[in-house]
T-cell receptor, first 116, second 112 residues
Framework: GAVVSQHPSWVICKSGTSVKIECRSLDFQATTMFWYRQFPKQSLMLMATSNEGSKATYEQGVEKDKFLINHASLTLSTLTVTSAHPEDSSFYIC????????????FGDGTRLSIL | QQPVQSPQAVILREGEDAVINCSSSKALYSVHWYRQKHGEAPVFLMILLKGGEQKGHDKISASFNEKKQQSSLYLTASQLSYSGTYFCGTESDVYNFNKFYFGSGTKLNVKP
């Protein structure tokens, strides 16, 4: 149980392109979804959290207009990197949590984004 | 706000023990432990909620100190499969439990 599917696994695209990443909880309803960015050999840095039907809460320093998050249903959240540039290249990973606090986060397999 | 983990890296022989520490500058509401293998998603290990709590399964256990500012992960009689990077994750505010931060990570390498 508690499977989170993240698509695509990797993306290579030209600078200026917008890229959408999907995160789906397959066998549970995700009250909250988290989006992280991870640089090589570093920890996961929280970008934003989203609750179904409400606006995402972004961490300080994360551009809302750059990283658009939509949590349309209890099983789907999307992250769109708008007008991506080489500095946006990174490993993006989502997680989903069922219920409120004290519950584990279940992670997708991540998306490796490379902007040329 | 990011918890501090120590050590940064550990090399063990199979069967040896290790302790990974996670500390915060303020009281924590919960501590989560995850393990991430290279190129894979983090996998949940356990959550500790109460000061003084200890939990474990198989030969991996964890404690959460009374003041709720530190947690330790104990790996006993390590196996090759224990290799990976261990992260603690913390929630520090009962009213703001979506503020979740991962520690810097501890890379564990278990050798035969």
């Amino acid at each position: 149980g508690a499977v989170v599917s993240q698509h695509p696994s990797w993306v290579i695209c030209k600078s200026g392109t917008s890229v959408k990443i999907e995160c789906r909880s397959l066998d549970f309803q995700a009250t909250t979804m988290f989006w992280y960015r991870q640089f090589p050999k570093q920890s996961l840095m929280l970008m934003a959290t989203s609750n179904e039907g409400s606006k995402a809460t972004y961490e300080q320093g994360v551009e809302k207009d750059k990283f658009l998050i939509n949590h349309a249903s209890l099983t789907l959240s999307t992250l769109t990197v708008t007008s991506a540039h080489p500095e946006d290249s990174s490993f993006y990973i989502c997680s989903a949590r069922e219920g409120e606090a004290y519950q584990p986060q279940h992670f997708g397999d991540g998306t490796r984004l490379s902007i040329l | 706000q990011q918890p501090v983990q120590s050590p940064q890296a550990v090399i063990l022989r199979e069967g040896e023990d290790a302790v990974i520490n996670c500390s915060s500058s303020k009281a924590l509401y919960s501590v989560h432990w995850y393990r991430q293998k290279h190129g894979e998603a983090p996998v949940f290990l356990m959550i500790l909620l109460k000061g003084g709590e200890q939990k474990g399964h198989d030969k991996i256990s964890a404690s959460f100190n009374e003041k709720k500012q530190q947690s330790s992960l104990y790996l006993t009689a390590s196996q090759l499969s224990y290799s990976g990077t261990y992260f603690c994750g913390t929630e520090s505010d009962v009213y703001n439990f979506n503020k979740f931060y991962f520690g810097s990570g501890t890379k564990l390498n278990v050798k035969p």
